[in-house]
């Protein structure tokens, strides 16, 4: 799994709520140009955002492969018919396009992951969204983000336990009961050891978050993504069919 790596690209050097509007405007404008020129075109723009972000795409491919069976099963199922000709090709041109959009989108995202902190992200959500509605989605963001490299971590070690006792050997479905209880059991001990410390550290809904400053870099990507942003409503109320 990803996770945040210090250093000193272009995205490092971007205000996290830069990056965060980046993202919202690079996903809007994708969903909204969900064609083949309007996906090479939002291809080559998440290209570009990764080569800023130091980032290599194989990477992020490698780190989020547990989604690309879904991508590739969704056309082939959407091609699949009752009766004859019991396969429709193009009837899996659409949900081809989509599987294009949301990995492009999910690659562009690692870019995100590997270039901004946790403690950087909850204070760009806090200082965004007044109020305890800001603290209560940071504070979850940021134990989402915490929470989840240790519960694979969890999954990859009970794998590995099953493979040292030649459970490869037992039927696939003993199998997958086996690790999802096991998964299930050690989730809800975890959880129970974070409540415990949250309420044994006083959990703080304010805390002391690391400063945030715009700086001169942020315009040029700010600017973009205002321009995204409009692209999108222009393609969304119908007003651009050139992609």
């Given at each position: 799994?990803?996770?945040?790596?210090?250093?000193?690209?272009?995205?490092?050097?971007?205000?996290?709520?830069?990056?965060?509007?980046?993202?919202?405007?690079?996903?809007t404008?994708?969903?909204a140009?969900t064609?083949?020129?309007?996906?090479?075109?939002?291809?080559v723009?998440?290209?570009?955002?990764?080569a800023?972000?130091?980032?290599?795409?194989?990477r992020?491919?490698?780190?989020?492969?547990?989604?690309?069976p879904?991508?590739?099963?969704?056309?082939?199922?959407?091609?699949?018919?009752?009766?004859?000709?019991?396969?429709?090709?193009?009837?899996?041109?659409?949900?081809?396009?989509?599987?294009?959009?949301?990995?492009?989108?999910?690659?562009?995202?690692g870019?995100?992951?590997?270039t901004?902190?946790?403690?950087?992200?909850?204070a760009?959500i806090?200082?965004?969204?007044p109020g305890?509605?800001?603290?209560f989605?940071?504070?979850?963001?940021e134990?989402?983000a915490?929470?989840?490299?240790v519960?694979?971590?969890?999954?990859?070690?009970?794998l590995?336990?099953e493979?040292?006792?030649?459970?490869?050997d037992?039927?696939?479905?003993?199998?997958?009961?086996?690790?999802?209880?096991?998964g299930?059991?050690?989730?809800?001990?975890?959880?129970?050891?974070?409540?415990?410390?949250?309420?044994?550290?006083?959990?703080?809904?304010?805390?002391?978050?690391?400063?945030?400053?715009?700086?001169?870099?942020?315009?040029?990507?700010?600017?973009?993504?205002?321009?995204?942003?409009?692209?999108?409503?222009v393609?969304?109320?119908?007003?651009?069919?050139?992609?």
């Amino acid at each position: 799994m990803l996770h945040y790596q210090p250093g000193d690209s272009l995205a490092h050097r971007l205000d996290p709520r830069t990056k965060l509007l980046f993202q919202i405007a690079f996903a809007t404008v994708a969903f909204a140009y969900t064609t083949p020129r309007g996906l090479l075109a939002v291809g080559v723009l998440g290209g570009l955002a990764l080569a800023g972000a130091d980032t290599n795409p194989l990477r992020v491919l490698w780190a989020y492969r547990f989604v690309l069976p879904f991508l590739l099963a969704a056309p082939l199922v959407a091609m699949l018919t009752l009766g004859s000709p019991w396969l429709v090709p193009s009837e899996g041109v659409g949900p081809a396009l989509a599987s294009v959009r949301n990995l492009v989108v999910v690659v562009v995202c690692g870019g995100y992951v590997r270039t901004t902190s946790i403690a950087d992200s909850r204070a760009a959500i806090q200082r965004t969204v007044p109020g305890r509605p800001g603290q209560f989605l940071g504070l979850g963001i940021e134990l989402v983000a915490r929470f989840l490299p240790v519960l694979q971590r969890d999954l990859l070690a009970i794998l590995d336990a099953e493979a040292a006792r030649l459970g490869t050997d037992r039927p696939l479905r003993e199998r997958i009961a086996t690790v999802a209880t096991a998964g299930l059991n050690r989730a809800f001990r975890r959880a129970d050891r974070l409540s415990m410390a949250m309420q044994a550290r006083c959990l703080s809904w304010n805390p002391t978050l690391p400063p945030l400053r715009f700086g001169w870099i942020d315009g040029p990507v700010v600017g973009l993504s205002v321009l995204l942003l409009t692209a999108a409503v222009v393609r969304l109320a119908g007003l651009s069919p050139l992609l």
